[in-house]
């Protein structure tokens, strides 16, 4: 049940980050699906491991996924199903105590908040990278012409 409410709460976070970027109605949706799953996702992944660094790079990693997927079947860039999905995990948390223990004078403190954003932004960028990189790899990827490798056949042909 708890899934359930952050699922719903994340997919209407993306509906107002879609709003904002202006993206297309039909996708607006779509893409807040998408990012409520991939919210789900990070919170089962961070519950499993206890990693934050783990969970938003599986999390990234099967938005960014799908993203390539729905710009497929939709016809839509990519970046209009990942944006809505990757704003719910960006490492806002870490930054804002990092930011008040910089000003608190606590530059340790604050030094270890912003390594464990950092860590987040680059486990999430990865994420994109890779599944951006798979994809860019099926897209080239063609079968072959059964004639030209079947040599069983090959004094029929001539």
Sequence with gaps: MIYFR?????????VGFGLIFDLPKKAIYI???AAGFGWVIYKITLEVTGSV????LVSALVMAATAEVLARVFHYP????ILPGIIN?????AIYKSMTNF????????LSYFYKALGIAAAIAFGVLLSSSFSASLK???LRNQRRTDFTNF???K
């Design 6 to 14: 952050e699922f719903i709460i994340s997919a209407i976070a993306a």
């Design 31 to 33: 893409s807040s699906l």
């Design 53 to 56: 660094y783990l969970g938003s």
């Design 78 to 81: 990519a970046s209009v199903f």
């Design 89 to 93: 995990l960006c490492p806002g948390e």
């Design 103 to 110: 000003i608190a004078n606590e530059n340790l403190l604050a």
């Design 140 to 142: 080239n990827f063609k």
């Design 155 to 157: 004094r029929r042909n």
